[in-house]
């Protein structure tokens, strides 16, 4: 059961549910380590990322119990602070529990998580800034080791705006006295949803959003209860679902704020997009022009959603240009599309898509997460059968995907 088949042709309409945000959740379990009380998170995706997670945290100690939407996370009792291979390997994200042990333990021993399609994902930029607080972090047999050697909130300025770097520093420097200061920090919706829960839990953080974040170590950390954010890049892809479909589409559970981005693309293409007070409304129709888009930090246009607008570019006649800035080999999704007929071109990392009447059906193969998702919408677009493979890529982060598309009326199983 890893494949979907997927005939195109039909506009898509209804409305669709979006999920609570993977990226958002998966730093917020791993600050859960740092509690001395019961975390209850709310809106939480059913993910194999999310899975993943879970078992990490049980590795370490804690208890994890799902109830349909709602995690129940319990680390009063952790006493380990080894994050084995098996786990790192299986998600790159577990590497954000690095953070939370120095703050709890002063202490943390974590697998060099694996690199995946997209790219090599260093840590170095996590390594220098915890090392700033005077945490020693040694690297060797695979493993990252991080002990306290004096440590001291301090002034930290990040070559780049990582958003996982920035996430394991505002988690370490949480517990760690005195006044820490990230320059130059990841301005995602995800730190800011962090911060949140965060100091629900009793920690001292400003800033979170803006480019300077301020955290003042405190002694400790309670339970909390909280709702994360909804994701942001699924309710992109299904806002590019309505477009490439020339249907009519109805989000509900999204933060405008966070489409910001996407939407002004969207409507440079001549899609019509219609905010309202309970979501937003997408639709599609016969008279798109080609664009350009180029992928920034936050609040630029998000690489995670890069696929997908390829897609959208493949079907729009013209041509459009792509830059990826963020990731040195986000584009494993174009040989797929080419197999669909798409006309794109690379040069390092611009891409130029000439976008085409018609996309025909094909046997593609889901490369990575969000590649899997550019697969889906090119589908959408083609009239004959697609069938996508390794489709659990598609299911690392985006929740009964299928089940949802099928709802809004597309022509899709899994089988
Ligand atoms: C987060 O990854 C997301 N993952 C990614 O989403 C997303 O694409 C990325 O941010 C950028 O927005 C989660 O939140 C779990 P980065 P992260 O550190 O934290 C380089 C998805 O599809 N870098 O901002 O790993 C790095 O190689 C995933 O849900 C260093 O050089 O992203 C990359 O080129 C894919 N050294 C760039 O920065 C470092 O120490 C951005 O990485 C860290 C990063």
Redesign the pocket.
């Known amino acids: 059961m890893n494949s979907l088949r997927l005939r195109g042709g039909r506009r898509l309409k209804g409305q669709v549910e979006i999920s609570g945000s ?3 959740t ?2 917020i379990m791993a600050a859960s380590l740092m509690s001395m009380g019961e975390v209850v998170l709310s809106g939480v995706p059913d993910l194999e ?1 999310i899975n993943v997670m879970s078992m990490a945290l049980e590795i370490l100690g804690a208890k994890v119990k799902r109830e349909a939407s709602v995690l129940v996370i319990d680390a009063r009792t952790i006493n380990n602070y080894e994050l084995p291979e098996s786990i790192s390997r299986k ?3 577990s ?2 529990v690095m953070g939370a042990l120095l703050g709890r333990f002063q202490r943390a021993r974590v697998a060099y998580p694996g690199g ?1 399609a ?11 800034g915890l090392r700033n607080l005077g945490y020693e972090l040694t690297e060797e047999y695979g493993f990252m080791e991080g002990k306290a050697q004096g440590i001291m909130g301090k002034e930290i300025l990040l ?9 394991n520093i505002i988690m370490a420097a949480a517990l760690t006295p005195g006044i820490t200061t990230i320059r130059n920090a ?1 301005r ?1 919706p ?1 730190i800011t949803d962090l911060q949140n829960f965060l100091n629900g839990m009793g920690a001292r953080i400003t800033g979170a959003g803006l480019d300077t974040v301020h955290i003042e170590g405190v002694e400790r950390l309670n339970g909390v209860e909280y709702r994360v954010i909804p994701d942001r ?1 699924e309710a992109g892809t299904f806002m590019v679902a309505a477009a490439i479909s020339r249907g009519e589409v109805f989000l509900e559970n999204v933060v405008l704020e966070h489409l910001q981005p996407l939407i002004a693309k969207l409507r440079e293409i001549g899609v019509d997009v219609i905010p309202k007070s309970s979501g937003v409304r997408v639709i599609g129709n016969h008279k798109y022009r080609p664009t350009d888009i180029k992928t920034m ?2 609040p630029g246009f ?3 959603m890069q696929p997908q607008m390829m897609a959208l570019f493949a079907a729009i006649p013209g041509t459009s240009i792509i830059v990826e800035t ?3 080999n ?1 584009y494993m999704h174009v040989q797929e599309l080419r197999r669909m007929g798409a006309d794109i071109k690379l040069e390092g990392r611009i891409a130029i898509v000439k976008g085409k009447t018609a996309l025909e059906g094909a046997t593609v193969e889901a490369t ?3 590649a899997g998702a550019a697969l889906i919408l090119a589908a959408l677009f083609a009239h004959e059968e697609t069938i996508i493979s390794k489709v659990e890529h598609i299911d ?2 985006y929740e009964k995907i299928h089940e949802k598309l099928e709802k809004l009326g597309a022509d899709i199983r899994r089988v």
Do not use: Q, W
């Open positions: 993977k990226n958002a998966l730093p990322d998600m790159r994200a590497n954000l995946c997209i790219g090599v994902r260093p840590m170095d930029l996590h390594l220098k070559d780049f705006p990582s958003v996982g770097a920035t996430e990841a995602e995800e890049i930090p936050y998000p690489t995670d963020i990731f040195e986000r990575d997460l969000r690392r982060g």
